[in-house]
């Protein structure tokens, strides 16, 4: 397969870094200035456990476990064959047993990353269905976005947890007399928007990308977006309690959970219709070839 790199894609990651790094200067000034500094420490803790240990939290969060060839054998066969045709090493494979048909990608890197698939994917998908699903996650990997989400999604988090702790806490004093910490939850609350709104942008770019790096390393854009609209349709049918177990994993989903009106305005996932409208033109293009 001859891949093409998206460099749209590409340009958004780095600007989406640049931005975020900038943003986490600013927002580690802001706290050195308050009593709030002693929560630095903790930050490059948790930075260092979002790096390495990304896979393995994914998996823990879904209570996904890894998968041997001996338990299946055709869910391997298939990950092996499409990672041969994307010029990938093969990921480790994990199923998470789950009422929520959807997939997702995780890892550092491309020689570190995992593809999840829950047993009701398994069991809505057909075969040629399932490998348009596990071809957009290996686009994901090929296009190296899953670090890149998983570093913005850590700010993001970093900084709600410290505006949560400053409201349960309340207030604080430090040298300069009160309202050093106040400073450091407005701070967090900045920090918070602008990289929840910088996450949404680059993740339904990425999700264009996928579908069309999917697309393309099984020849079939049809099959990924027969895919979609099965999974799509089938949300409307989990239950409530498994979609709030799941939430915080919806930015690494395939298609995300259902939400409100206000949800979907902020979704990580571009609509559907439009993922499949696109994946229709690309399907038109490739028979004109």
């Not at 994990?94 to 047993?119: E, I």
């Not at 994901?140 to 850590?154: G, L, Q």
């Not at 309202?179 to 999700?207: D, K, M, P, Q, T």
Request: net charge neutral; aromatic share 10%.
């Amino acid at each position: 397969m001859e891949w093409k790199p998206d460099w749209g894609l590409r340009g958004r990651m780095v600007l989406t870094m640049f931005l975020l790094f900038a943003l986490y200067l600013v927002f580690v000034g802001a706290l050195w200035q308050t009593d709030s500094f002693v929560f630095l420490p903790l930050m490059g803790v948790f930075v260092l456990a979002q790096f390495f240990f990304s896979d393995k939290l994914a998996l823990y969060s879904m209570g996904a476990k890894e998968v041997s060839e001996d338990e299946y054998p055709e869910l391997h066969a298939t990950i092996s064959r499409l990672s041969q045709q994307a010029d990938l090493p093969k990921p480790t494979v994990a199923v998470a047993d789950s009422r929520v048909p959807n997939a997702f990608a995780a890892g550092r890197s491309q020689k570190k990353s995992t593809v999840c698939v829950t047993t009701e994917l398994l069991r809505t998908l057909d075969r040629d269905e399932l490998e348009g699903v596990i071809a957009h996650e290996l686009a994901h990997v090929k296009n190296r976005d899953v670090m890149v989400m998983t570093i913005a999604s850590f700010l993001s988090t970093v900084a709600f947890m410290i505006v949560r702790m400053g409201f349960w806490f309340g207030g604080g004093r430090n040298r300069q007399g009160g309202g050093g910490f106040l400073v450091a939850i407005v701070a967090s609350l900045v920090v918070w928007i602008v990289s929840f709104f910088l996450i949404r942008a680059l993740s339904r770019y990425r999700e264009f990308a996928a579908d069309r790096g999917g697309a393309l390393i099984t020849g079939r854009p049809s099959a990924l977006a027969s895919a979609l609209l099965k999974i799509d349709g089938r949300m409307d049918k989990v239950p409530k309690e498994d979609l709030r177990e799941q939430s915080e994993m919806n930015a690494f989903f395939i298609v995300p959970l259902k939400s409100d009106v206000i949800g979907r305005l902020f979704s990580t996932h571009p609509a559907t219709e439009k993922r499949v409208d696109r994946l229709r033109d690309l399907e038109r293009e490739l028979e004109s070839q």
